[in-house]
């Protein structure tokens, strides 16, 4: 629609996927990201759900589906290092730089803006701007917020207490290459979802695909 100006505050995954749709549709929309070095590399493995694979199918990128690592089946370890448990849930495991790339890839670079971090938004009856760290600002029909955990633009709408409150536990991720992993820890582990559970604690090991360009994705 033209004429109608759209800006998504957050260039990862969600601000990539609504500014595809909107561009296609032809909607003036523009994504900024307060990241300057951009968000390669960023992401490891992600156990995709039915949007995912609905927004790969919308954008031409099914192919992209295939490119994947596969749990067979769910395990859960003791102590020992002994498999206690296990449970027939077979998932896959898409590359998170993957997506990020390809969808980047559809945008042109002046519909996606890095290293602007926007520090507020505000509204009245003709749209909504949104404010700049760097001072300026710019006014749009409609913001979208696509600005993750900590969202500027979800505390525009339901105020300054909307933001979550920490509740005590911190996740890490690690990535191990492949080829590094002993070989009777790979018997174990590879095509599986591997959990360790003990008290106030849960490790989740899993294969995660390497990243690869599209243009070199098997048609
Ligand atoms: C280890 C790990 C494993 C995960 N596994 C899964 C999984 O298995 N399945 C799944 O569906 N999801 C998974 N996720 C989550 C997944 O990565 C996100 O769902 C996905 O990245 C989409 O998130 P998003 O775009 O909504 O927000 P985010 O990825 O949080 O992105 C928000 C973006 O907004 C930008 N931003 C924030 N504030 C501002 C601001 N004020 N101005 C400008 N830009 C701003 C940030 O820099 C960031 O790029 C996982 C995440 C992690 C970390």
Redesign the pocket.
Known sequence: MKGFRIII???????LFAATLLHRAGFDATV????VHG?EGR??G????RE?FRMLHVAGFARLAHIRATAQARVFFDRAGQIVRRQQTPQMQLS?DMLFRSFRNLLPDERYIGG????AVTQDATGATVHFADGGEEHADLVIG???????VRSAVAGENSHPAYVGYATW?GLVPELTIPDEAAAQLFDRFAFYDTQGSHMLGYLSPQAISPAKCPG
């Open positions: 505050v957050g260039g990862s995954l969600g601000g900024y990201e307060r990241s968000l992401g490891a992600l156990v995709a759900q995912v998170w602007r971090k926007i520090v696509a600005d993750g955990i900590g969202s500027i991720r």
